[in-house]
C-alpha cells in the first residue's frame, strides 16, 4: 500500500497545482472565452428525426437576414475518404466521422447536424438557424440494439455489411462487426463446473456528462491559414481531422488548447470544429461555435448500451473453471462502438484457463457513440462481477476470498494474448479486505457490495521539451490536455531528475506548431507516456549540463555526476572542485555553448495494467425503491502515485460517475426515436448530496517499465461501481437485478416480482 521506503523528494508529494490560482479566480481560460475582433456566433441547424432522408434544404431566407454571414450545409464540404482512424481509443471511419459531423443524404438520429451558420450576434444566429427549411421524408427507426439486429429492422447504411465473419454477408445489416477473444476449451470448463450461472445483462447509454460543453473558435485567413481554440482532449488530433475532413495542408492548421472543463473520453472526436472553420472561410471573420446543453446531449456521442448474456461455472471450492459471453453493443449511427475493449476486458481480473467472449457492433439510430472512461469495460464487467458475487454467495464463499482464489496474477494469459508481468489485482483484495469498512456490521434493508475491474491502459506518441532559463528556473512544454492533473505531475517528474525545487518548474500546454505530435489524453496515458518523454528530455538536460560543467573544469563527462540538482566530481581523482548549482550553470551558459535544453519524442510502450477492488454499502427503502449510498471504499493498484491528491481524486471522480451510471443515468427516447431528457434534470447525475465520502485506497505495485512506477489510473474506477452498487442491492433486497439503472421505479418492480 502507501508504506514504502522514501525514495524521492518530490514523486509522491502533494504539491500545489500549476493551474490552482487561474481556476479559483476565474483567468483560466476554457473553450467559449476567447474572444477576437469581427467574431461571428454560429449556430447549427439540427434535425428533429431519428431517421429520414433529406430532400432539400433552403437557405435562402437565412442568408437574406441582416447579420448572416455565412451558411454551410454538407453541400460545402468535401466528400472524406474511407479509411480507419483513431477516435481516442476507438476506431472510426473518416467518412462515418464526415458524415456525422454534418449529415448527407441522411439524417440517423435526433440531433444529427444538417446545417451551420454563423452571424454578428447570438440572437441573429438562432433566428437564422429557424430560417432554413430542411424537407424530410420520415423513415422507419430502430433504438434498441436486439432489434436492430433482426432481419426485419430498418437498415441505415446500404453499404455496411458484418465484418470478422466469413463469408462475407450479401445483405446489408445493422451490424457492422463481430469479435471474438478466448482460449482453452470453454465447453470442458463447464463441464467440471459443479455449480453454473447463466444470466442476461442489459444497460442504457449513458453521457459523459462533463460540464463545459463543446466550444470552438476558428479563424482561417486570406491565405488560407486556420487557427483553432478548442475544448478538447487531443489538439493535435482536431488537426488532423479537421485537416483531413477539409483537405487542408496539416501545416496549415494550429490548434491551441483551451483549459477543459471535463472529457472523460466524450472530446476525443470532432462536432463544431470543422464546420466552425468553413464558416469561418465563407464569412472572413472568426466564428465561436458553443453547444447548449441540450445540443450536448443530442448532438454529441454517450457511451453505448448494451445486452449480454455471460455464463460462469464454479467448482465447490470456488474455482471458476470456464467463462463465456455474448455482448451486443449499441455503436449510435455509425459503427465503432468500445465492444473490443469491452470483450478483453469482461474476464481478465481473474486467471481462467477456458473463456470465450463474442462481441457484436450494432448500428441504430442513436447519437454516435464515443469514449467514456475505460470504454466498454464497466459494461462487460459489470455483467461478469455480478456473476461473480452470485456464485460466491451460492457457494457460501466470502466474495474477496473467491475473488482471491482466481485472481489474475504475474504470469496469468488473459484471454486477449497479454502475459501478466508485475500487477496489483492481489493486492486490492487484500487491502479491501482489510479496510475497516469491511469488517463493519450492516443494518436492516443494508446491504454490502464488491466488484473487482481491469483496465489494460495505453501508451501512444508524446514529445516533451525542457528549457532552462538564464535564472535556473525551468520551462516546461508538452501537449497533453491537462483533464487529471497531469501538468503537477510532468513538473514533479521534471524536479525530480532535475533535483531542483518543483515551484521552479512551470509546465505548459502548447500549441501543435510548438511541439510534436501527442495523441489523445485518454486511456490513462498521459502520466505514463508523456512523463516518460518529460524524463527523458530531463536527462537530456542533466547530460547537457554535465558536459557543460566538464568543459569548465576542464575533464571528461564520465568524470562528472549529477546528484541532488548539483554536477559533482565522480571521484577525487577527477579533481577538487566544488559542486555548481542548475542555476550557477544557467547563470553561465552563455559561456559554454548558449542555451541549454532537451527534448524527446517517443511512442511510448509497456503500459502497466491496472487492476481496483471496490466496496459498496447501500440501503434500500423497500416502500419507494430508493438506493441510499451509505459508505463507499475505492482501491486500486496504481503502479506509484506521481500526486496522490489527483490520483485519490480520480478514484472518487470515477467511483461518482459509476455510482451514477448504476442508479440514475440513461438516455430516454420517446416514440419517435427523439430524446427525451436532453437536460440535467431530466438527466440525472449524482450531486454531493447523493454521495459519501468516497475513500481512496492507493496500492502501489510498481510499473517495471516506467522510470517512476506509473501505472495509468484513471479508466479503472469506473468499473467496478455498477457491479460493486448491483451487488449490494442484491444483498440489501435478497433479489438479484440484471438491468441498470436501478432507479426506484425498477427496484419497486423487481421486489414485486420476489414477493
Keep these: 500500500m502507501n508504506e514504502q521506503p522514501k525514495q524521492f523528494k518530490w514523486v509522491g508529494t502533494r504539491t500545489i497545482r500549476p493551474d490552482g490560482v487561474d481556476k479559483v479566480t476565474g483567468r483560466a481560460m476554457y473553450g467559449a472565452d476567447l474572444t477576437l475582433p469581427g467574431m461571428l456566433q454560429g449556430k447549427v441547424v439540427r434535425s428533429p428525426h431519428a431517421h429520414a432522408r433529406i430532400i432539400s434544404i433552403d437557405t435562402s431566407a437565412a442568408e437574406a437576414l441582416t447579420g448572416v454571414k455565412a451558411v454551410v450545409t454538407a453541400a460545402d464540404m468535401p466528400e472524406a475518404d474511407s479509411k480507419l482512424v483513431a477516435a481516442g481509443e476507438a476506431m472510426i471511419n473518416f467518412r462515418d466521422l464526415a458524415h456525422n459531423v454534418i449529415a448527407r443524404d441522411k439524417v440517423l438520429y435526433d440531433g444529427h447536424a444538417v446545417a451551420a451558420v454563423a452571424a454578428t450576434t447570438n440572437d441573429i444566429a438562432e433566428q437564422a438557424a429557424a430560417l432554413i427549411k430542411v424537407k424530410y421524408e420520415v423513415l422507419p427507426h430502430v433504438i434498441d440494439v436486439l432489434e436492430a439486429m433482426k432481419d426485419d429492422a430498418p437498415v441505415l447504411h446500404d453499404n455496411l455489411f458484418t465484418g470478422g465473419v466469413k463469408p462475407k454477408p450479401e445483405k446489408a ?21 459443479d455449480l453454473i450461472i447463466e444470466r442476461k445483462f442489459t444497460t442504457e447509454p449513458v453521457h459523459q456528462a462533463y460540464i463545459e460543453p463543446h466550444a470552438v473558435v476558428a479563424d482561417m485567413g486570406q491565405d488560407g491559414k486556420v487557427d483553432v481554440w478548442c475544448s478538447s482532449q487531443g489538439h493535435f488530433m482536431v488537426r488532423s481531422f479537421c485537416a483531413g475532413l477539409l483537405k487542408i495542408d496539416m501545416s496549415k492548421i494550429k490548434v491551441s488548447a483551451a483549459e477543459i472543463g471535463g472529457g472523460f473520453g466524450g472530446k476525443t472526436t470532432v462536432y463544431l470544429e470543422p464546420l466552425a472553420i468553413m464558416l469561418s472561410r465563407k464569412a472572413g471573420r472568426p466564428v465561436r461555435m458553443t453547444m447548449s446543453r441540450e445540443e450536448v446531449f443530442r448532438g454529441s456521442g454517450p457511451t453505448s448500451g448494451a ?126 479486505k482489510a479496510t475497516e469498512h469491511y469488517k463493519t456490521p450492516l443494518g436492516p434493508n443494508q446491504g454490502r457490495g464488491v466488484a473487482s475491474g481491469f483496465w489494460f491502459n495505453i501508451g501512444g506518441e508524446s514529445c516533451a521539451g525542457i528549457r532552462i532559463n538564464e535564472d535556473g528556473t525551468v520551462a516546461l512544454s508538452e501537449g497533453s490536455p491537462d483533464i487529471g492533473g497531469s501538468r503537477a505531475s510532468m513538473a514533479i517528474m521534471a524536479a525530480e531528475v532535475l533535483g531542483i525545487d518543483v515551484n521552479k518548474v512551470k509546465p505548459t500546454v502548447v500549441d501543435t506548431d510548438a511541439i510534436g505530435y501527442h495523441f489523445v489524453t485518454g486511456g490513462s496515458r498521459v502520466t505514463f507516456a508523456t512523463g516518460m518523454a518529460v524524463v527523458d528530455a530531463s536527462k537530456a538536460v542533466v547530460d547537457e549540463m554535465r558536459a557543460r560543467v566538464a568543459k569548465v573544469w576542464e575533464v571528461d563527462i564520465e568524470g562528472v555526476v549529477w546528484e541532488d540538482g548539483h554536477a559533482r566530481p565522480a571521484s577525487t581523482n577527477v579533481g577538487d572542485f566544488d559542486p555548481m548549482s542548475l542555476a550557477e550553470i544557467a547563470a553561465i551558459a552563455n559561456k559554454t555553448g548558449g542555451p541549454i535544453s532537451g527534448h524527446a519524442d517517443i511512442n511510448a510502450k509497456g503500459a502497466g495494467p491496472a487492476f481496483g477492488t471496490h466496496i459498496c454499502d447501500v440501503e434500500v427503502d423497500p416502500e419507494t425503491g430508493f438506493v441510499t449510498v451509505l459508505r463507499y471504499t475505492a482501491v486500486q493498484d496504481v503502479g506509484r502515485a506521481i500526486h496522490p491528491g489527483y490520483v485519490e481524486g480520480q478514484l472518487q471522480g470515477g467511483a461518482a460517475q459509476g455510482i451514477g451510471w448504476a442508479l440514475n443515468e440513461a438516455y430516454v427516447y420517446d ?65 438479484r437485478f440484471t438491468a441498470l439503472p436501478l432507479s426506484p421505479p425498477a427496484i419497486l418492480a423487481g421486489l414485486a416480482t420476489k414477493g
Excluded: W
Excluded at 450531486?687 to 501505472?711: C, K, Q, W, Y
Design 307 to 432: 445486452a449480454m448474456t455471460v455464463k460462469i461455472g464454479a467448482t465447490k471450492d470456488g474455482r471458476i473453471t470456464a467463462g463465456d459471453a455474448t455482448l451486443y453493443f449499441q455503436a449510435g449511427a455509425f459503427p465503432g462502438s468500445p465492444v473490443g475493449p469491452a470483450c478483453m476486458t469482461a474476464f481478465t481480473p481473474y486467471n481462467l484457463d477456458n473463456v470465450r467472449v463474442v462481441g457484436y457492433d450494432v448500428v441504430s439510430n442513436r447519437q454516435k457513440v464515443v469514449a467514456y472512461r475505460a470504454p466498454g469495460a464497466p459494461i462487460s464487467e459489470y455483467a461478469v462481477e455480478s456473476i461473480v458475487d452470485e456464485l460466491a454467495s451460492k457457494l457460501g464463499i466470502d466474495p474477496i476470498d473467491f475473488r482471491t482464489k482466481n485472481a489474475a496474477m504475474e504470469g496469468t494469459k488473459a484471454a486477449y494474448g497479454v502475459t501478466f508481468g508485475a500487477i496489483g489485482m492481489q493486492e486490492t483484495l487484500d487491502a479491501a
Design 173 to 193: 445489416s445493422n451490424v457492422a462487426n463481430r469479435v471474438e477473444f478466448g482460449m482453452g476449451d470453454v465447453e470442458a470448463g463447464f463441464a467440471a463446473a
Design 671 to 735: 416514440k419517435n426515436g427523439c430524446v427525451d431528457n436532453p437536460g440535467f434534470l431530466d438527466y440525472r447525475v449524482p450531486v454531493a448530496s447523493d454521495l459519501p465520502m468516497i475513500d481512496a485506497i492507493l496500492v502501489e505495485v510498481p510499473n517495471p517499465t516506467h522510470p517512476f512506477g506509473v501505472r495509468g489510473v484513471g479508466e479503472v474506477p469506473i468499473i467496478p461501481p455498477l457491479a460493486a452498487v448491483n451487488n449490494a442491492v442484491a444483498a440489501a433486497t435478497g433479489t
